[in-house]
Nanobody, 123 residues
């Protein structure tokens, strides 16, 4: 059992930065890989970024590569998504997820999901 609690969403202007946090608790060792997904209104959920337990391996969607950075603090069981140069098309509900491996997280095969946090980017 893993619980994921997200924070950091909000309303920002294009070009601004925002950092999302996801605190994991429970049996986190069973789902060591984590990631971020988003779902915009009228669109399907899409993968944003993923990170392995060691943080040595990361993956990004092409749409956010170079702008977003995923990181984690294992001592705090927390994963972050630093979002820079935000664009209106980044507007979506962002979900934290945890899975068995980075590969499965990237594929969306996650065991646990957070509640989602709204990110709105205005022009």
């Amino acid at each position: 059992q893993v619980q994921l609690v997200e924070s950091g969403g909000g309303l920002v202007q294009a070009g601004d930065s925002l950092r999302l946090s996801c605190a994991a608790s429970g049996r986190t060792f069973s789902s060591p890989a984590m990631g971020w997904f988003r779902q915009a209104s009228g669109r399907e959920r899409e993968f944003v970024a993923g990170i392995g337990w060691s943080a040595a391996a990361t993956r990004y969607a092409d749409s956010v590569k170079g702008r977003f950075t995923i990181s984690r603090d294992n001592a705090k069981n927390t994963v972050y998504l630093q979002m820079n140069s935000l664009k209106p098309e980044d507007t979506a509900v962002y979900y934290c997820a945890a899975g068995e491996s980075l590969m499965r997280v990237v594929a969306g095969a996650n065991t646990y999901w957070g509640q989602g946090t709204q990110v709105t980017v205005s022009s």
